[in-house]
């Protein structure tokens, strides 16, 4: 076996002698290749298995708007298109009822309006305006001195053609806004289609430039509570009448469930506002009252309006029997439930009518 060995190797070296070159050759390539799988082994790296990355989603944060302020009329509850209107000066037209009278004109529009008896058992109405302008109001009569109490509590201006003597020696004191026709006749006028004392009238283009002149340009007083309409589903007071003296006076109310206000009647009629129709407060409400007549510049009806008394409150189709308080001139008269809180009432306009329960009025309702 070694002699094989040997024979094979001196072969092999006999070859390299003859062939120098391609010897070379070979051991160059060999170590090229070698170098290479050397490289290949160090730098070579297997891919990793791939990773499933989530993209974590964004959560959307609702977006909050700013509060839209919202104003509401201290004198109705309604609302009204900025602060400036709820600050609006407040005024009043003392409005006549008599026969000869009608139809009136501007009480549709008002916000709140107050009835009375002047004299004879004749009514009539002290309208209160804010933001409601109508166009024309009238026939504008004389005041009262009770109607000086409910006025007060309203920072607001009345207009009017003179008064009782009371009545004008209140008004006159400095302590009101007296827009009487006496002193500021350019703000009034007569009419021709109606014969004196029934056809004085006004409207707020002169109203509101009489304010501005006096300085009367804003109103603060105390609201009542209001409150949105709650219409009941089965109305225990569709048809209210009211007793306040006679016929020709006594008034009517039927529930309106489709726009939840009650439709005015006088007379044995509807009510009607000349340019308006027919008159339909969204709340109507009806004080006791006592009231006796005095000789004072004549004969003159004193009605109290000091204290308390019970009260029957309608809207949306139900009554509310509680009681009315005042504890003063300046102060607002309250409508006050069986546990003595106040009412809240309808935004809307709210007729309060003052019957003579020691005289026979009263209010009834099916």
């Given at each position: 076996m070694q002699g094989i060995h040997r024979s094979i190797l001196g072969r092999f070296r006999s070859w390299t002698h003859l062939h120098h070159a391609a010897t070379a050759l070979i051991v160059v390539f060999g170590l090229l290749i070698a170098s290479g799988l050397t490289a290949f082994a160090l730098l070579y790296h297997p891919p990793k298995p791939a990773v499933s990355v989530k993209t974590p989603v964004a959560t959307l944060k609702p977006t909050i708007l700013p509060a839209v302020a919202v104003f509401y009329s201290p004198l109705t509850g309604e609302k009204v298109p900025d602060l400036a209107t709820t600050q609006a000066v407040v005024t009043g037209v003392m409005i006549e009822n008599s026969p000869d009278a009608r139809p009136q004109s501007g009480l549709k529009s008002a916000g709140v309006v107050y009835e009375a008896i002047a004299e004879g058992g004749i009514t009539r109405f002290m309208a209160l305006y804010q933001q409601e302008k109508p166009a024309l109001i009238g026939p504008v009569r004389s005041l009262r001195i009770y109607d000086i109490d409910w006025l007060a509590p309203f920072q607001a201006g009345i207009a009017h053609v003179g008064g009782s003597a009371a009545a004008l020696k209140q008004i006159r004191n400095g302590s009101y806004r007296d827009l009487d026709e006496f002193f500021n006749?350019?703000?009034?006028?007569?009419?021709?289609?109606?014969?004196?004392?029934?056809?004085?009238?006004?409207?707020?283009?002169?109203?509101?430039a009489l304010n501005n002149k006096k300085g009367y340009t804003t109103s603060t007083f105390t609201a009542w509570p209001r409150k949105d309409d709650t219409p009941s589903k089965t109305p225990i007071a569709s048809t209210i009448n009211v007793t306040i003296s006679s016929a020709?006076?006594?008034?009517?109310?039927?529930?309106?469930?489709?726009?939840?206000?009650?439709?005015?009647?006088?007379?044995?009629?509807?009510?009607?506002?000349?340019?308006q129709g027919q008159i339909s407060p969204k709340v109507v409400i009806v004080m006791d009252v006592h009231e006796q007549t005095v000789l004072q510049d004549g004969y003159r009806e004193q009605i109290t309006t000091i204290g308390t008394g019970r009260a029957r409150i309608f809207q949306d189709g139900t009554v509310i029997t509680g009681t009315w308080s005042k504890t003063d001139s300046g102060s607002q008269t309250k409508f006050l439930d069986g546990s003595g809180k106040e009412i809240p009432l309808n935004r809307g306009q709210t007729w309060i009518t003052a019957v003579p329960v020691n005289r026979g009025g009263g209010v009834t309702w099916q």
């Open positions: 006749g350019s703000s009034f006028w007569r009419t021709t289609d109606r014969y004196a004392p029934h056809n004085v009238y006004t409207d707020f283009a002169h109203l509101d020709l006076y006594n008034s009517k109310y039927t529930y309106d469930a489709a726009n939840n206000d009650y439709l005015r009647y006088q007379a044995g009629a509807p009510h009607l506002d000349r340019e």
